[in-house]
């Protein structure tokens, strides 16, 4: 596709290879036929993990850091209900790929007219890059943090991870697995470790999770709780959840498809459900160390790991703030590089290198972050973050759309397509969802 303007000491592969190559590992993780529950749920554990990713990356961490620091717990239950919307959309992904073999992008090829397709191929690849830059940030802040570098320097070495990508070539999927989910339990560890030093007030914890009109009768908390549900569900992972879920080995017959669904499922929501924690870990841990009534709340994330040192009485929360910061940014370099290659071969029926389809994903995030350092200044990483998910949140409905409208179809789903009862549920989320984001771009560019 492109060519180094340097000659490197080895060779760099030329052709699409596992595990980021969605038709180079279909199919290679074997099920045991006939064997206990546990050793099936086991190997079905994984995709889940991949798509969780999404739900806890650098932009959420923008929004939840804002809504714990300026309404305290409040904001707490728009987190768990925008999970578990996340969750059903998600199924829906999975479902849609084990049934028919085929993943949302190469369905919505298939199943609309050229202009269609490509239209939606250009909105698609849009969300990955606004979700990279994301990780770019959220990387360079961290960089800033552990390394003590510029900010504009930690935006540079983000380009760095394009070798971890490639020193991974031809491995076999569940590495990649493997890799994520220590990623996640890294930043699982480090949040909850920084909970234990900042001392939340749990009795306002639980209060937080019961669902308020009241909390969100003005426009401030409002405006927050739509950025939170436009920060939660991933416009890219509605296609690579239907791609990574067909890594299994599934025999054809209904029966077995029935039981890879609700093995799936099981992945999906214990996955999906971890991602909760974590947002919610987020917004506690905001909560408590910076809502004081009467005081000026942290609204940018750059903020918060300054600040929590003198909260927490200790230098090891920043430092455990930043070690989240950077597995969260890079577990996203992974599951971002698969969906890439999802949604190119999906709509383009195009292979390329990994570390291409890496580096140049990278390279147009980069480009926007180090404009956006160098111009707005050491202290422009929550208002680009924010940015970020404002481009996301656009992007949303053309991925929701056809992914609701192609299960709910006998013609492709047969006797797998939505019940009404499922039909309703996701079209109610559509329109909430997309109103919701509509919403918050208007009131962003009014802004």
Not at 306 to 318: D, N, R, S
Request: aromatic letters at 8%; a neutral charge; hydrophobic letters at 55%.
């Amino acid at each position: 596709m492109f060519a180094l303007p340097f000659k490197l000491p080895f060779k760099l592969p030329t052709t699409a290879t596992a595990p980021f190559c969605p038709s180079e590992v279909a199919g290679t993780v074997t099920v045991p036929e006939g064997g206990p529950f546990w050793k099936k749920i086991l190997r079905f554990a994984g995709p889940g993990l991949l798509v969780s990713v999404g739900y806890m990356d650098p932009g959420n961490w923008a929004t939840a850091i804002q809504g714990g620091s300026q309404f305290g717990y409040q904001l707490l239950f728009v987190v768990v209900l925008s999970s578990l919307a996340a969750i059903v959309l998600q199924c829906l992904s999975m479902r849609l790929g084990i049934v028919t073999g085929k993943d949302l992008a190469v369905h919505c090829r298939e199943q609309y007219p050229p202009a269609v397709g490509k239209t939606l191929w250009g909105f698609a690849e849009i969300s990955i890059i606004a979700c990279d830059l994301a990780e770019v940030l959220g990387c360079a802040l961290a960089f800033k943090l552990l390394l003590g570098v510029s900010l504009p320097t930690g935006v540079a070495l983000t380009a760095l991870d394009t070798l971890i990508v490639l020193g991974l070539k031809g491995k076999g999927f569940r590495q990649v697995e493997a890799i994520v989910l220590g990623l996640i339990l890294t930043v699982a560890i480090c949040l909850f470790t920084e909970l234990i030093f900042v001392k939340p007030d749990w009795q306002a914890v639980a209060a937080g999770l019961v669902p308020s009109l009241s909390a969100l009768s003005s426009r401030e908390p409002l405006y927050l709780a739509i950025g939170i549900l436009g920060a939660t569900v991933m416009p890219h992972n509605l296609y690579l959840h239907s791609s990574v879920v067909q890594t299994r080995v599934v025999s054809q017959t209904e029966s077995a498809k029935r039981e890879a669904i609700g093995l799936s499922r099981i992945d999906t929501i214990v996955s999906l459900l971890l991602a909760l924690l974590i947002n919610g870990a987020i917004l506690v841990l905001a909560a408590a160390a910076f809502h004081q009534p009467g005081k000026p709340a942290v609204l940018d994330i750059d903020e918060a790991y300054l600040l929590l040192e003198p909260v927490a009485g200790t230098a090891l929360a920043a430092i455990l703030f930043g070690l989240a910061l950077l597995a969260s940014g890079q577990s996203s370099t992974f599951t971002g590089t698969i969906a890439g290659q999802v949604i190119m071969e999906g709509f383009l029926k195009m292979k390329i290198p990994c570390w291409q389809r890496r580096a140049l994903t990278r390279g147009l995030a980069l480009i926007p972050a180090m404009i956006g350092v160098l111009v707005l200044g050491e202290h422009s990483v929550g208002k680009l973050l924010v940015l970020s998910q404002v481009v996301l949140s656009m992007q949303l409905p053309f991925a929701m759309y056809p992914l609701v409208s192609l299960t709910s179809q006998q013609r492709i789903m047969g006797n797998f397509a939505n019940a009404w009862w499922t039909v309703a549920l996701a079209w109610f989320l559509f329109a909430v969802i997309s109103a919701a984001n509509v919403w918050l771009v208007v009131q962003a560019f009014s802004e």
